[in-house]
């Protein structure tokens, strides 16, 4: 018996508890048999790693392409996807990339910058605690936090007295509406992917590059840092004057010196405030977090007390009186009571207020001439909600700076002469007020909506829980201060409201007299409120700036990214403790306020705008998962922003945006050198120059990746295009965007053919323009069509604007095709585009594609993902998905579990990596059953070799090879039809999970001693098939089944795209390979074979 004729017969056993038994039996012709352990090899071997979707029996060590932690000498053991085993190193199966997914033990080579091994030699699993914060918790309070503070508890009574309700209004309306268009760009931004540390910049650096982000990045920064002095000059300005005024230590009895001695009394308590502050942020940053909630609860407390207030107002307001001289407004300040004379026993005698006005006490002293030419009168500060006040509070009252605080409409005698007011306590406003002043005052009272951006990566589900929270927060703060600004015009006199510091009711806080039970319930509540929101701003800030530090984008600030050994930023933290002093030494909230809004406002606009360019450039990775979005709500957002920033103060915002662009054209020229051209034309080579050089800095990032199509195009005789479905699906997949190059070849010397090229370029253009394809022609002439197609390949676009994707029709007619020239350049170019490291996409059936003219009501685009090459065949559905022809049709994903594989877990996961990708479909597992090879497979295999045998030995015409040919495709389609039928014979029912005893069940199904049925039914088989090559059979075994799978699910879609199995690596096996794929695609209308470039096209992250 030759040695042809014996053939191994391998069956192995797998115990469930992980170990492997497997025993390896040579049968001869004559029955006798021996046991080779050592000379039998099993057809293939797993790489032995624990998988969590089974039993413990090993899977593939990595899920990621180009993986160079695999043991290259271990093949992958098995039958039913024999068609990839040589790309699995590189390649893994599906079931092992979401192991390693739902693990977390790795990540995908899209977000290599978030996450970098630390250990390259031996990577070590980590444990990573899971996210436990929901959206009220981790969104929703964090956001009230940020937003409620300080202007609402000093401010904004005084805002609403000098604007009056109407302006109030419009003033909250308007910034309001600023911070919602915002929270709706940063929802789309947040919600389309996963948004690690460093929320807003991360957000804007990621969008719009690093140029961008580090501009606005560093002004978010100053924004944050200037924040933090505004809350400790909030929290000073409590202390000194509300609860112990007489911890001053600059004091003057000079009244004009007073304002003077009071802002250095806010610069030295604040630069000890902030020393204080630093110290404990650096020591114990754990246990500012740990009070955050504190603190919070302290301005929940305070918002409920004024509404407490407001309602006890309504039928018993507090008695906080004030005294009128005339229509003036005066400071109870060397005085006891509102009266110029008092009865004291049964005499009457002059008040202090008298000596106050008056020279001496006596009746015919020389008195202040408005002293004695009006009368002193008492009106209530807070008449309450049910008083008609309201209506004298709806309009504005501004005022200048100095001016004495006066009621409109009370009788008064104006002096004939210039009267002195110096010594006289009357209350002056310190400030002038107009409108564009408050709207700078107020808007920080509004900031805080990225809190739960920044805290994304401690989310449960960061997705719903950021859009949610943020809204949801916005619209109760806002809410919040619209109601406010009504309920103060509607209970608080309008000269007390334009008190900024409550001198005229006794230095108490005006919005504390108003709360019930006590004014010191709003005086502690908004200390700790601002000095909680200090201590949150010391802290967020230099996380920030060591964000921006570590990201290497400003050389310069790289000091910064270091700190402690457990990452604290300490280098950071002494930065943007100097710059708060900086604030600190402004000393005046009013002045610090109007600064830090138009950092914040910037950093608004660039969000915005940085979701409408991604809205109308449409780029794959854009998929939000929040809906509710739309460019022309981002541009208006931007406006919005830049309105406000001008209108507040538009030399700061002047200032603002020159740092921001001096840092931008740092980023973006260092090193470099600009060269300027003659006129428009020039700029614009130079500009088109210049975008080409930037191209070529390296490679695409995995977000901005979007298929770079080269269209390989078949002409006829008469240069007349075969195909002009190709161009079709092109503009469905494009859209108008990105770099499309139609390409062809023709045959022949260029200098003979020079005028056909230039009618085949006519031909294509004009069928492109009948397409709409927009993009470049390219014809080529060359001396075989093969070399043709490789130069295009090679050699098409310029510099960084190259093709990355090359889309081909299936060679129809490759069994009829003159030599075997026309099968063997398709081969080739497969090679050759994974060579290149480029995507392919070969079309079956290309005529039956739709034209742009036809519309699907229905259906569904079905994708068989096999295994993991980049993630193109997840973009692919959904960029067909944005064209009008596709756009009704759903996604369908399949994924293959064998019989090791634990398929419930498989769904989850795999639904849960497409949520996390943002995309829309619905997730089936298919579990092939690791069944014997039919005798189907190995006549289709016998037949396939004895034609391939042929060919190669006989020199046959063109009429007799096509004769042949159709005679092997008629048996062939009758041998599958019949296996079809027996397809259809109903089975027994496959469940979804595999447990123990239906692993034995079915391992024990058909097994019989070796002895007796099991190898005798082998051996009656064809003696030809004993001299089959066993990588064919298997391969063929891998295209059978799979391809009666896929008819089987999917052969009503309106699409399928799978998985390309790669070319042999011996060559003498290509003609097999074609084979292999018709085999693999029989029967379906439609088809798209989809081969990665080798590199990851997808991504979970923002």
Known sequence: MSQSQRFLVTTVRSQIDGHVIDEMQNKDSNGTSATQEESSVPIL?????????????????????????????????????????????????????????????????????????????EPKKKEIKGPRMGTFIGVYLPCLQNILGVILFLRLTWIVGAA??????????????????????????????????????????????????????????????????????????????????????????????????????????????????????????????????????????????????????????????????????????????????????????????WKVFCQESSFNATCNEYFELNNVTQVQGIPGIASKVIFDNIWSNYGTQGEMLEIRGLPSIPASDPETTVGLPYVFSDIATYFTMLVG????????????????????????????????????????????????????????????????????????????????????????????AGLQSLTGAPRLMQAIARDGIVPFLRVFGHGKANGEPTWALLLTAGICEIGILIASLDSVAPILSMFFLMCYMFVNLACALQTLLRTPNWRPRFKYYHWTLSFLGMSLCLALMFICSWYYALVAMVIAGCIYKYIEYRGAEKEWGDGIRGLSLNAARYALLRLEDGPTHTKNWRPQLLILLNLDPEQNVKHPRLLSLTTQLKAGKGLTIVGSVLEGIFLERHSDVQNAEQNIKALMATEKTKGFCHVVVSSNRRDGVSHLIQSSGLGGMKHNTVLAAWPELWRQSDGPAGWKGFVD??????????????????????????????????????????????????????????????????????IDDNSIQMKKDLQLFLYQLRLDAEVEVVELLDNDISAFTYERTLVMEQRSQMLKQMQLSRNEREREAQLIHDKNAAAHSSATDRLAVPSERVHMTWTKEKIIAEKNKNKEPLASEGVRDIFNMKPEWGNLNQSNVRRMHTAVKLNEVVVNRSQDARLVLLNMPGPPKNRQGDENYMEFLEVLTEGLNRALMVRGGGSEVITIYS
């Open 829 to 898: 170019m497969v090679r050759e585009t994974t060579a290149a490291h480029q995507a392919l996409l070969v079309t079956k059936n290309i005529d039956n594609f739709p034209t742009n003219q036809e519309r699907f009501a229905g259906g569904t685009i079905d994708v068989w993902w096999i295994v993991h090459d980049g993630g193109l065949l997840m973009l692919l559905p959904f960029l067909l998905s944005q064209h009008k022809v596709w756009r009704k049709c759903k996604m369908r994903i399949f994924t293959v579990a064998q």
């Open 441 to 532: 005052i107020y808007f920080p009272s509004v900031t805080g909506i990225m809190a739960g951006s920044n805290r994304s990566g401690d989310l449960k589900d960061a997705q719903k829980s950021i859009p949610t929270g943020t809204l949801l927060a916005i619209i109760t703060t806002s809410f919040i201060y619209l109601s406010c600004i009504i309920l103060f015009g509607a209970c608080i006199e309008g000269v007390l409201l334009r008190d900024k510091f409550g001198e005229s009711v006794n230095g108490n806080l005006v919005i504390g007299i108003l709360a019930w039970p006590s004014p010191w319930v709003i005086v502690i509540g908004s200390f700790f409120s601002t000095c909680g």
């Open 45 to 121: 071997e797993y790489l032995r790693e624990p998988n969590r979707y089974g039993d413990g029996v090993p899977k593939e060590s990595s899920p990621f392409i180009n993986s160079t932690d695999i043991d290259k000498g271990i093949l992958y053991e098995g039958k039913n996807l024999a068609l990839f085993e040589e790309e699995m190193d590189r390649n893994p199966m599906v079931s092992s990339l979401l192991n390693r997914l739902a693990n977390y033990t790795n990540l995908t080579q899209g977000v290599r910058e978030h996450e970098e091994a630390e250990n390259n030699e």
């Open 164 to 353: 009056g309700i109407f302006g109030s209004f419009w003033i909250v309306f308007m910034c309001c509406a600023c911070t919602s268009l915002t929270a709706i760009s940063m929802s789309a931004i947040a919600t389309n992917g996963v948004v690690p540390a460093g929320g807003s910049y991360y957000m804007i650096s990621r969008s719009l590059g690093p140029e961008f982000g580090g501009a606005v990045g560093l002004c978010f920064y100053l924004g944050t840092t200037f924040a933090g002095a505004m809350y400790i000059l909030g929290t000073i300005e409590i202390l000194l004057t509300y609860i112990v005024p007489s911890a001053a230590i600059f004091k003057s009895e000079d009244p004009n010196k007073e304002s003077q001695a009071m802002l250095n009394n806010m610069r030295l308590y604040g630069t000890c405030t902030i020393a204080l502050m630093a110290t404990v942020v650096f020591v114990g940053v754990k246990y500012v977090n740990k009070l955050a909630l504190v603190f919070l609860a302290c301005v929940i407390l305070s918002i409920f007390s004024i509404y407490a207030g407001v309602i006890k107002s309504g039928f018993s307001p507090p008695d906080f009186p004030l005294c009128l001289l005339g229509n003036r407004t005066l400071a109870w300040k060397g005085f006891d009571k509102c009266a110029k004379i008092i009865i004291e026993g049964n005499q009457t005698v002059t008040s202090q207020l």
